[in-house]
């Protein structure tokens, strides 16, 4: 069965600084998505980056960027110039490309230190 | 466009009773995603639906329950509640062939 895995359940950053969030998971496939999602205060999920297993090139969306390394079965999640609105539950999801359940980790929950 | 909409927001409910929990998704949307989110468990998938069929099903017991309306719109039920449904429930939207899910704010039910 796939999972995914974070590791840091609590992280933080300083304001304007660059913070990594880690993620692995485990599969046998060879295609499938991978995403970050952030859920505020508000508990509303918002996505914030999206990966295709079958692209080399990591994905980036204005401050945030991935790593993806697929051998190594990792995405870990860069947000660079933090930002106070950044703070928020962080999670990393699997899907696959057959189906639509997505299998979320645990999360990390990021602060931003003003 | 309008996003996923749930409702109802907040729902408090006593033990043994029954309740249902509504999601519209965005227009054009035909798959609908439950999820149960808690402190403990984090987040969990219940079901999904695509065309009034459910497609997938997570591990939760019978008491939980769904349905997909002709217009996608969706219905979760949970009969005979206990004091560890309490939860926020989630409700995901998906275009076909994109497999990014977009969520509603959830419900918010507690169960005393």
Known sequence: ?114 | KAGVTQTPRYLIKTRGQQVTLSCSPISGHRSVSWYQQTPGQGLQFLFEYFSETQRNKGNFPGRFSGRQFSNSRSEMNVSTLELGDSALYLCASTRQGYNEQFFGPGTRLTVL
Request: glycine letters at 2%; proline letters at 4%; one cysteine or more.
């Open chain 1, 1 to 114: 069965a796939q999972t995914v895995t974070q590791s840091q359940p609590e992280m933080s950053v300083q304001e304007a600084e660059t913070v990594t969030l880690s993620c692995t998971y485990d599969t046998s496939e060879s295609d499938y998505y991978l995403f970050w999602y952030k859920q505020p205060p508000s508990r509303q999920m918002i996505l914030v980056i999206r990966q295709e297993a079958y692209k080399q090139q990591n994905a980036t969306e204005n401050r945030f960027s991935v790593n993806f390394q697929k051998a190594a079965k990792s995405f870990s999640l860069k947000i660079s110039d933090s930002q106070l609105g950044d703070a928020a539950m962080y999670f990393c999801a699997y899907v696959e490309t057959s189906y639509d359940k997505v299998i979320f980790g645990p999360g990390t929950s990021l602060s931003v230190i003003p």
